[in-house]
């Protein structure tokens, strides 16, 4: 029986050979984000990009792990003019002529391409939550141990106490002393890293780590580690067959800002208030245009739902 880091094992059922991130049916297939699904919430996301674009005079979009390319072509149809960029670990899938393409090698790595990005926002949705990063779990002497896990049933164990660098890490950004034995903590060195990488390459421009996230303040004592296959919550196995994905330490990520993702769509117009009803009678098809926005905006900005996404912005340049 092989006892594996969860990170390392986590890391090689998304990305490895055979990952799940590597499958042809792609990421649709077991989930939803705010980029793929209806319709209607993608098109209503990419004008709000849009317009955040247009109010920072940028010129380019690069959609950071960005599936199979649903929101890039929601941006390309809506804003034309606009350079459109996709990033991630499968080959170009089949889009609009114009839009870019660049293969990712998984994980935190990008490609060597990506780099002195001019004028772009650069937008990674639920990209760091499927970075994997170090598991750790108070045991019951009161010593932060790495758990282990066994990739083919999810069985785990306790390591050894985790290294300095993870301990410091927790100091700054997850103090461990209220916990309790099998409390957990998601370290997040590694996503920071990898966000500091990402906004290395804009030379001038945007970038938003968007997530299921949290901070200092709120802290999950147990973690949020979890799979999803098919549309459903399923115990995380790292044996291929599922998503595996942890909540973000936001606040460990350099950033310039922090907001809550109904702030940030108001910000850009987003308020998904329901047209008048007279607008019914003089305008049938208006009225449910208008309706359909509501809707989206509602399912965006919905408390419990995608709404409690956190936005981290950093500017470059």
């Not at 990008?110 to 639920?126: C, G, R």
Request: net charge negative; charged share 20%.
């Amino acid at each position: 029986m092989t006892w594996t880091p969860w990170q390392q094992a986590w890391d090689q059922a998304l990305y490895g050979h055979s990952g799940f991130y590597r499958q042809a049916a792609g990421p649709a297939a077991h989930f939803s984000t705010a980029t793929q699904g209806v319709p209607q919430i993608g098109e209503l996301l990419a004008g709000a990009l849009l317009t955040l674009m247009d109010q920072e005079g940028l010129e380019t979009f690069v959609d950071m792990g960005c599936g199979r390319g649903e929101l890039l072509e929601q941006i390309h149809r809506l804003g034309p003019q606009v350079r459109c960029v996709g990033v991630d670990i499968v080959a170009r899938p089949p889009l609009s002529k114009p839009i870019g393409w660049l293969q990712s090698p998984g994980g935190e790595q990008l490609p060597d391409e990506l780099d002195s990005l001019a004028d772009t926002l650069v937008f990674a949705n639920e990209w760091l939550d499927v970075v994997p990063c170090q598991i750790a779990e108070m045991d019951q002497d009161g010593e932060l141990c790495e758990v282990l896990v066994q990739a083919a049933t999810g069985d785990e164990r306790l390591g050894d106490p985790v290294s300095a660098a993870s301990r410091r890490w927790c100091h700054e950004f997850w103090p461990v002393d209220h916990l309790g034995t099998g409390d957990r903590v998601e370290i997040g060195q590694r996503r920071d890293i990898a966000w500091d990488n990402l906004v290395s390459r804009v030379r001038s421009g945007l970038a938003i780590a968007v997530d299921y996230g949290h901070t200092i303040d709120s802290r999950p004592a147990l973690g949020t580690l979890t799979g999803f296959r098919q549309g459903r919550q399923v115990l995380p196995v790292p044996d291929g067959s599922c998503d595996l994905t942890a909540h973000v330490a936001m606040d460990s990520l350099a950033h310039d800002e922090i907001v809550d993702q109904r702030g940030a769509l108001r910000r850009l117009g987003v308020s998904g208030q329901i047209p008048p009803h007279d607008l019914a009678r003089s305008s049938p098809l208006a009225y449910l245009r208008g309706l359909s926005t509501a809707s989206a905006a509602a399912a965006l900005m919905a408390r419990g739902g995608l709404g409690d996404f956190l936005w981290a912005f950093s500017h470059a340049g």
